[in-house]
């Protein structure tokens, strides 16, 4: 399993991906991130599924572009339609042999860019049978692997609107919970940014250590929003008359 995430504001664009990979009882690192292009002219690719699978449709993608002399796709919809074609290629080689292991063809791709026909930054969701998705304004992000978890603070905190600082603690958050809940997902992370008025890209990845304060301070701060929100009706029925009035000794020392 794997975490996954891209987002979208009037900023640019976030890619987010978990570095844990899972065979068994085993467990290593791999970047899940791919920067193809150069120059301004590149995009990100995040995948989730079969690793096999993954490494022989990027292999394949690199292999049009050398056929391209050094030029790069124009637009993000001709990257995108040149990484469906080699997915479905691959899929076509591989899939009835991976089935038949009882392998699932499972991969999914989110890919996002501005190239030099783009008039915006543009992100897509691509399925495993080669179709995709766009994201849009009313919801600015897309997420592939183990995306329950992290679901809940991007519908609630995060917007189109949002800016791009705060928009990388959200994504933060989202991997956070993902990671708390979900034995196989977890560190290193790595994470890109696509400033859109600059259009230009930036890319780091952290570990564990690297971001204690930020575990520690929402952890710490999450549990005193949830004391400190307005007591509900049940406190009448399910609380015994001391506890209400503890509460409410505590709710006046505050």
Not at 205 to 228: G, H, K, S
Request: glycine share 6%; net charge negative; charged share 25%.
């Amino acid at each position: 399993m794997t975490y996954c995430l891209g987002i979208k504001t009037r900023d640019g664009l976030i890619g987010l991906s978990d570095g844990r990979i899972t065979s068994g009882s085993q467990l290593s690192s791999a970047r899940k991130v791919t920067m193809v292009g150069s120059g301004g002219d590149r995009f990100f690719i995040l995948n989730s599924g079969l690793r096999s699978v993954r490494d022989k449709t990027l292999a394949y993608l690199r292999r049009d572009m050398s056929r391209r002399r050094g030029e790069t796709y124009p637009t993000m919809l001709d990257a995108l339609s040149a990484f469906t074609a080699c997915l479905r290629q691959v899929a076509a080689e591989d899939k009835e042999a991976l089935e038949a292991s009882k392998l699932a063809f499972n991969l999914h791709a989110i890919i996002g860019g501005q190239l030099a026909e783009d008039r915006e930054p543009y992100m897509f969701l691509v399925y495993p049978e080669g179709n995709w998705i766009e994201v849009d304004e009313r919801t600015p992000y897309l997420s592939i692997g183990a995306t329950a978890y992290g679901k809940p603070i991007l519908d609630r905190a995060l917007s189109y609107n949002t800016d791009m600082r705060t928009a990388l603690k959200i994504a933060y958050l989202s991997f956070d919970s993902t990671r708390f809940s979900s034995n196989d997902v977890g560190f290193p992370i790595d994470m890109v940014t696509f400033n859109a008025q600059e259009r230009l890209w930036r890319q780091s990845n952290f570990d564990y250590d690297d971001l204690v304060e930020q575990r520690l301070w929402w952890n710490r701060n999450i549990t005193e929003l949830a004391r400190r929100m307005p007591d509900g009706p049940w406190v009448e029925t399910l609380l015994s008359a001391d506890a209400r009035a503890a509460a409410k000794v505590e709710e006046e020392m505050v």
